[in-house]
């Protein structure tokens, strides 16, 4: 990746959390981010560790009950936080779209496609669109999404299209408004595999074609590896690990990396690996100092008291953990 | 070995308003004492339903199940007693499958009171959290005082408290984040092992069957495509259908990418159970399909000493034609 390229979306240390009966969930703590025009990011980690979070934070569609402490979005340098609703619905129009893990739920149950699709279209266009414009369009992104028989799928309801079809779909949907930037959070996780496969491949060729961005949320290492250009690893609401996605793989530093890794069942056998003893920390009263520590095999007095800072360690490979402070100043 | 159960010709069938559906059409298979069998298809395969009907959940269209050497299917939905304390299951997903009104405690002495009278309550429920490596203060908890792992842990321990021989898992890890995964496997692997237990392992991951089954069944459209032991099944894949699941799995290392086959074009998506294409129920995906595939139905046969395969490139002729016949499509 051109490292002068500019960054199309710049997160700085966002502090979100969300206010709950027993008290606030500190979440997100100082989760910083970028992406490049064009780039292919992955943001990894378990499930509860603040990734949709964090999207939802960029795309500000959090629930009421979140609390933003702190930090700032930077879309193309415009503080997207800060924003009014009326600029960031014109940003959600023409730049930035988002796909959903769960294709079911993120179509409307009771309307059919041509609706749901024709209201997009209109919503993200500023002329009027006369209706044969509007069908036109239509087809044009179900095409792009590698749909066949696009009339057919117009006329279907939700129900009547495998999940693989609806996520194509939901592809086409969101290309409508994504020209730059797309957020994709775990788009082939509930599909099967080979249907995975198939809408990986899709996506990945649709956004180096349109040389649009595309942040990758997901748990799978494996799909990550196979996607994308750059690697954040989040845990429990916190950067651990950020590298290019070949060096990650060949030299994972923090012990969570590391951890996850060997946890994936290998294809080649060997035994299943014992995964990592504990579970993600609560978020009502989460560990001062690094957020691994209760997990962690390394843990030293120094991780308890304060969080570690990224370092880098390598080109462009950074990694927060106490482990590697000595001996490299 | 001997088989523990038989499974012979099974099929089950679901009259709906839309036509038949046929889940499980006409499938055979052997699982021998004390072996895991993998049985791995997409959504949709009909696995489940295999399952379901080894449990006794739905009495199967026509077809035998034998365990233990008796016809099992003839009880229908009415087990005896014996048998619903021999056969036990564990589901996908624990938060559904456990009753949340109910602690760890009262979940777990209901199958000690029916299936073993006589037991002290109390301490076979410390005894059974001992074993699936639950704390015993959890004893008094609610499911949602637990993590999704330890929810799984108290249905495998719930499973575990009729005393059984066999175990249907149902993707019993698939709801779980991969770093918990390894703790449930690993147990379930240990206790196999401590009580002679036999698994019949239903999932859609073939890594993870590759390191803990015995044996491994493709399942497609209701159907049985490909069976082998797991050593061989992985090194020598036969089916197009296996090819295509294998080099679609998104792998970490190098190894992995080395082992897995040739990239097979991935067309196309598994047809809804009403609309099952004739011949092979594969052929529309199938990028070394022809004529013959789309008419005939290719018989599951023996190829080499157990693995069995379910397709024309190899039951015409001898097995160098067929050979031959894969490599020009390549």
């Known amino acids: 990746m051109d490292e002068g390229a500019e960054r199309i979306l710049e997160v700085k240390n966002i502090m979100v959390g969300y206010k709950v009966y027993e008290g606030e969930l500190k979440v997100l703590r100082e989760v910083s981010f970028y992406v490049l025009k064009g780039e292919k990011v992955g943001i990894i980690g378990e499930s509860a560790c603040g990734k949709t979070t964090a999207m939802k934070t960029v795309m500000r569609i959090l629930p009421s009950n979140s609390i933003v402490w702190g930090g700032q979005v930077l879309y193309k340098g415009k503080n997207m936080l800060a924003m009014s609703k009326k600029d960031v619905t014109s940003l959600r129009k023409h730049n930035l779209s988002m796909i ?33 414009e509007i069908h036109e369009r239509a087809i044009h992104y179900l095409k792009e999404a590698a749909l066949p028989e696009v009339e057919r799928i117009l006329d279907s309801y939700p129900f009547q299209l495998s999940g693989g079809m609806k996520q194509r779909v939901n592809i086409a949907m969101s290309l409508v408004s994504a020209r730059e930037l797309l957020i994709a959070d775990e788009p082939g996780t509930a599909l099967d595999v080979t249907i995975e496969d198939q809408i990986m491949r899709l996506l990945k060729t649709i956004v180096e074609r349109e040389h649009i961005s595309i942040i990758l949320i997901t748990h799978s290492l494996g799909v990550v590896k196979g996607f994308v250009d750059r690697v954040y690893v989040m845990y429990a609401g916190t950067i651990v690990e950020v590298a290019p996605t070949k060096s990650l793989f060949s030299n994972p530093l923090h012990p969570y990396t590391r951890m996850l890794m060997d946890s994936v069942p290998r294809l080649i056998g060997g035994g299943v690996p014992e995964g990592i003893p504990g579970v993600v920390p609560s978020y009502l009263d989460p560990p001062k100092g690094c957020r691994f520590i209760t997990r962690c095999p390394f843990r030293m007095d120094v991780c308890g008291q304060s969080p570690p800072d990224l370092r880098e360690i390598d080109q462009g490979h950074y990694v927060a953990c106490y482990l590697y402070n000595e001996g490299r100043s | 070995m001997s088989a523990l159960m038989e499974i012979s010709g099974l099929k089950k069938y679901f009259k709906t308003r839309a036509g038949i559906v046929k889940a499980v059409d006409d499938i055979s298979f052997e699982i021998e004492e004390g072996s895991i069998m993998g049985l791995v298809g997409e959504s949709g395969s009909g696995k489940t339903t295999v399952g379901n009907m080894i449990i006794g959940v739905y009495r199967p269209t026509s077809g035998i199940i034998k365990y233990k050497g008796e016809d099992i299917s003839k009880f229908g939905e009415k087990r005896p007693k014996w048998l619903r304390k021999d056969i036990q299951m564990v589901f996908q997903n624990p938060a559904s499958s456990l009753n949340p009104k109910r602690t760890v405690r009262q979940s777990l002495a209901l199958p000690i009171s029916i299936h073993r009278p006589g037991a002290p309550v109390t301490k076979t429920i410390y005894d059974l959290m001992d074993i699936v490596d639950l704390p015993t203060e959890f004893i008094d908890r609610y499911p949602d ?186």
């Not at chain 1, 993120?106 to 309307?111: K, Q, R, T, W």
């Not at chain 2, 679609?248 to 998506?269: A, M, Y």
């Not at chain 2, 129920?281 to 139905?297: G, I, N, Q, T, Y």
């Open chain 1, 100 to 132: 959903f893990q769960d294709p079911s739920s993120a179509l409307n149950p009771v309307f059919k496609i041509r609706q749901q699709m024709y209201d997009i279209i209109k919503y993200s266009s500023d002329e009027r669109l006369t209706k044969e």
């Open chain 2, 145 to 330: 005082e637990l993590g999704g792992g330890e929810k799984q842990l108290v249905a495998i321990a719930r499973a575990l408290a009729t005393e059984p021989t066999f175990i249907v898992l149902d993707e019993p890890t698939s709801a779980l984040d991969v770093s918990i995964q390894g703790k449930i496997i690993n147990i379930l692997m240990k206790l196999r092992k401590e009580f002679g237990l036999s698994y019949l392992f239903i999932t859609h991951n073939l890594s993870l069957m590759s390191n803990v089954a015995d044996t491994v069944a493709i399942m497609y459209l209701g159907k049985i495509k490909e069976v082998a032991r797991t050593e061989e099944f992985f090194r020598q894949p036969l089916h197009p259908y296996t090819k295509l699941l294998l080099s679609s799995i998104p792998v970490i290392t190098d190894d992995e990418e080395r082992l897995k086959p040739q990239k097979i074009p991935n067309i196309g998506e598994i047809s809804g159970a009403l609309h099952i294409p004739k011949g092979c129920s594969f052929h529309p995906r199938c990028p070394f399909a022809w004529e013959l595939c789309e008419d005939v139905d290719p018989p599951l046969l023996d190829l080499s000493k157990g693995h069995l395969c379910s397709c024309h490139l190899y039951s015409s002729g001898s097995d160098s034609s067929a050979a031959q016949k894969s490599q020009v499509s390549e």
